[in-house]
């Protein structure tokens, strides 16, 4: 990545002020700015790309995209639509993943290594969920559906990791470990207890995994499987 580029710019500046924003302003001020850091990700996915464009990760953005705008309005008001936009979402990266991992082999050992590291994952979703069940009452299936693939999601990426330490496989594993992270905080932060803080956390993640899911799309090191990515 060339960092000098005007696309990189323009999204390091627009993901520094909204986390000014999240910190200084109210949090309905981010419709502002929030949605510029993914006009920037996608400028810089553009200027970057050496392949077609791939229409999985274009729908990819536009999803998180708009989930983004839902959340800052109020989570509360739009649990069913979050949870939708957001168990689509997973679902495209999980197809991404996918095709940069065809014909990969895995063992016995892999498989033990991901439960170990699960199961405490799975005891924290576990926790928050029963936290807020009470204030979920309305579109609570959507939001276990949501949850479900999120942990599919993690799960998964942690896997393809495990099974093939390649530089794509390491950056979709960051993303989704800050995609957990922000879920977490975002669904505390609605349903639960409010805090400014917690705002701002959120949107660093959310920049953190924008950038890197870039990276993800940007690398190419798989062999065979690589030119299915842009269909």
Same mark, same amino acid.
């Given at each position: @990545?060339?960092?000098?580029?005007?696309?990189?710019?323009?999204?390091?500046? &627009?993901?520094?002020?909204?986390?000014?924003?999240?910190?200084?302003?109210?949090?309905?001020?981010?419709?502002? %700015?929030?949605?510029? &850091?993914?006009?920037?990700?996608?400028? @810089? /996915?553009?200027?970057?790309?050496?392949?077609?464009?791939? %229409?999985?990760?274009?729908?990819?953005?536009?999803?998180? !995209?708009?989930?983004?705008?839902?959340?800052?309005?109020?989570?509360?008001?739009?649990?069913?639509?979050?949870?939708?936009?957001?168990?689509?979402?997973?679902? %495209?990266?999980?197809?991404?993943?996918?095709?940069?991992?065809?014909? @990969?082999?895995? &063992?016995?050992?892999? /498989?033990?290594?991901?439960?170990? #590291?699960?199961?405490?994952?799975? /005891? #924290? +979703?576990?926790?928050?969920?029963?936290?807020?069940?009470?204030?979920?009452?309305?579109?609570?299936? +959507?939001? =276990? @559906?949501?949850?479900?693939?999120?942990?599919?999601?993690?799960?998964? =990426?942690?896997?393809?990791?495990?099974?093939?330490?390649?530089?794509?496989?390491?950056?979709?594993?960051?993303?989704?470990?800050?995609?957990?992270?922000?879920? *977490? *905080?975002? &669904?505390?932060?609605?349903?639960?207890?409010?805090?400014?803080?917690?705002?701002?956390?959120?949107?660093?993640?959310?920049?953190?995994?924008?950038?890197?899911?870039?990276?993800?799309?940007?690398?190419?090191?798989?062999?065979? =499987?690589?030119? %299915? !990515?842009?269909?």
């Amino acid at each position: @990545m060339n960092y000098r580029q005007p696309a990189h710019i323009a999204f390091f500046i &627009t993901a520094f002020i909204s986390l000014l924003v999240a910190l200084v302003f109210e949090k309905i001020d981010l419709l502002y %700015i929030y949605p510029l &850091t993914f006009v920037a990700i996608y400028w @810089m /996915y553009l200027s970057e790309k050496k392949k077609p464009i791939s %229409i999985l990760f274009s729908l990819a953005m536009i999803l998180g !995209l708009s989930s983004g705008i839902l959340l800052i309005i109020g989570f509360g008001q739009f649990v069913r639509e979050v949870s939708i936009l957001v168990s689509l979402f997973y679902l %495209i990266y999980l197809r991404l993943m996918y095709l940069k991992n065809l014909k @990969m082999k895995t &063992t016995a050992k892999i /498989y033990f290594r991901l439960l170990v #590291i699960f199961l405490p994952v799975l /005891y #924290i +979703y576990d926790r928050v969920i029963c936290l807020i069940y009470n204030e979920l009452e309305y579109g609570f299936t +959507y939001f =276990a @559906m949501m949850a479900v693939l999120m942990l599919i999601y993690i799960i998964a =990426a942690l896997y393809y990791y495990l099974r093939n330490k390649s530089q794509s496989n390491l950056w979709m594993l960051i993303t989704a470990v800050n995609l957990g992270i922000m879920n *977490i *905080i975002v &669904t505390i932060n609605e349903l639960y207890m409010y805090e400014k803080m917690f705002t701002v956390i959120a949107i660093f993640c959310s920049n953190f995994m924008l950038f890197f899911s870039l990276k993800f799309m940007l690398e190419d090191d798989t062999d065979d =499987a690589s030119h %299915i !990515l842009e269909t």
